[in-house]
Nanobody, 115 residues
Framework: QVQLAESGGGLVQPGGSLRLSCAAS????????MGWYRQAPGKQRELVAR???????NYADSVKGRFTIPRDNAKNTVYLQMNSLKPEDTAVYYC?????????WGQGTQVTVSS
């Protein structure tokens, strides 16, 4: 069973930065993809950024140029570096890990961008 531990959410002013972290428990599984989704009130969950095996990254158009998704393979950890935050980035952010057999989700962390 894979467990994901998220941290780093909070309240930030427009134009500010935050970094989210997601650490996956170690185990005998192959990671096909790892990344971040978000869900704002009244909206569907959407992809923010993810890393596919071999390092390919995907970003939502709305965050390109502002967010990056660095990773630390030794720690089974992926980050979401969020810069130039906007009020429309406000949402619950969920870490996601996909193996050959299953997709796993973190508990979610709230990010609020407001002055």
């Amino acid at each position: 069973q894979v467990q994901l531990a998220e941290s780093g959410g909070g309240l930030v002013q427009p134009g500010g930065s935050l970094r989210l972290s997601c650490a996956a428990s170690r185990g005998a599984f192959i990671i096909n993809a790892m990344g971040w989704y978000r869900q704002a009130p009244g909206k569907q969950r959407e992809l923010v950024a993810r890393i596919i095996s071999r390092g390919t990254t995907n970003y939502a158009d709305s965050v390109k140029g502002r967010f990056t998704i660095p990773r630390d393979n030794a720690k089974n950890t992926v980050y979401l570096q969020m810069n130039s935050l906007k009020p429309e980035d406000t949402a619950v952010y969920y870490c996601n890990l996909v193996t050959l057999l299953k997709s796993y989700w973190g508990q979610g962390t709230q990010v609020t961008v407001s002055s």
